[in-house]
């Protein structure tokens, strides 16, 4: 029996009381709160469930279980975990006393089906319009930052788009835990290590990327930017790894921006504020922002934005290439809403021609020259 088999059967044992909600397709994500408090996340909307574990005891072993599958610890000098099931699905913990009322327990769950740019349309997420402009952009090498808060589907367009990579080049993609499955062929999936009771063994996201520029990459996918490791992202875009895709949380697109310039300044590397802001203005060229509406519990893309350097004040220059526009709602409760063009053109309009991809442009002819 592999080791893997072991940890999967012993992570069922362990997570039985909530095997169902596991099974369960419709649900996204189970939100434990303390042993007897246990949410679900069905189609963007919260529901309360029935189901509990026996004992706080018997909660805190699954999230030890968990912790000895994927080598890391988890301790009151350690108590917050980021981890995955033998699945793939996410997995994040925080224990007593860091968590007052309890163990919590929070478990992304794995699609086994990975969502394309189609399906994302079908849903009503994006337009055929602007899925064809961001997969131009993605073969124009423009460096793009997908934007929104927490369960907005942020990792799973990153997916998506990154489908529009050709399947020749060399991809690294970095996460702090592991989530991406990109569809081609040549892809190295780097994951961030905790470090031991000692300090030893640990590795971080920015550790991985510093490496990876070493490993001869075309692509850079990071899956979420949170730290210092934003410095080197930036850097490299603007040095000759261009074409990078990344998430980070920001409400919009400039604060996005801002982010980016704050994370920067995390570094271990002392720079003043208006060299980060500089570097931010010109390493990113588009955000795509997200956003999840509590109506319906739908995740829609609502804007697209070109970043193109500083103005006179020094702030970022934005200007919108698609907004998202609300009609009202469709008989089964759903939002009714289309992403159009504001009718701005980039200020790269003519680099696709240029670069031989007019054969490319079908529905999105008013952006491009």
């Known amino acids: 029996m592999s080791r893997e088999a072991i940890f999967e059967a012993s992570t069922e044992y362990f997570l039985s009381p909530i095997a169902d909600l596991l099974r369960d397709e419709s649900v996204t ?43 890391r610890e988890i301790d009151p000098e350690r108590p917050v975990l980021d981890a995955r099931l033998p699945n793939g699905s996410r997995v994040h913990a925080i224990i007593p006393p860091s968590a007052r009322r309890g163990t919590c327990l929070t478990i992304r769950k794995f699609s086994r089906n990975v969502l394309s740019m189609d399906d994302l349309i079908g849903y009503g997420s994006l337009s055929a319009q602007a899925r064809e402009f961001l997969e131009i ?21 990153l997916g998506a788009l990154s489908a529009a ?15 991406l499955r990109l569809i081609q062929k040549h892809c190295l999936y780097l994951e ?24 001869r990459p075309d692509r850079i996918v990071v ?11 930036i850097q490299s875009m603007i040095s000759g790894h261009a074409g990078s895709l990344s998430t980070v949380h920001a409400n919009t697109a400039r604060d996005a921006l801002i982010r980016m310039e704050t994370l920067s300044l995390m570094s271990d590397i002392e720079i003043p504020i208006y060299v980060a802001r500089a570097q931010v203005a010109s390493a990113i060229d588009l955000v795509v922002q997200l956003s999840r509406f509590s109506e319906d519990g739908s995740r829609k893309v609502t804007r697209i934005t070109e970043a193109f350097g500083l103005d006179e004040n020094n ?52 952006l491009w020259n």
Request: proline content about 2%.
């Open 29 to 71: 994500e189970i939100m434990v709160n303390g042993h007897l408090e246990i949410y679900v996340e069905r189609r963007g909307r919260i529901e309360t469930t029935s189901v509990r574990f026996a004992s706080e005891d018997a909660l805190l072993s699954a999230v030890h279980n968990i912790a000895q599958w994927v080598g």
């Open 137 to 157: 952009c993605v073969r124009l090498r423009k460096n793009i930052l997908i934007s929104g808060g927490t369960g907005t589907g942020k990792t799973v367009f």
């Open 165 to 179: 990579i050709p399947e020749e080049e060399r991809i690294i993609v970095i996460e702090d835990t592991s989530e």
């Open 192 to 215: 961030a290590q905790q470090a031991d009771s000692f300090g030893r063994g640990g590795l971080s996201v920015r550790q991985l990327f510093v490496n990876s520029l070493r490993m």
């Open 223 to 233: 899956g979420e930017v949170r730290s210092g490791e934003a410095l080197d992202l």
């Open 315 to 366: 702030q970022f220059r934005l200007q919108d290439l698609f907004v998202c526009q609300l009609h009202g709602k469709r008989p089964d409760g759903m939002l009714e809403s289309e992403l159009v063009p504001t009718g701005v053109r980039p200020t790269f309009a003519s680099a696709a021609t240029e670069q031989g991809l007019h054969e490319r442009i079908q529905l999105s002819q008013g």
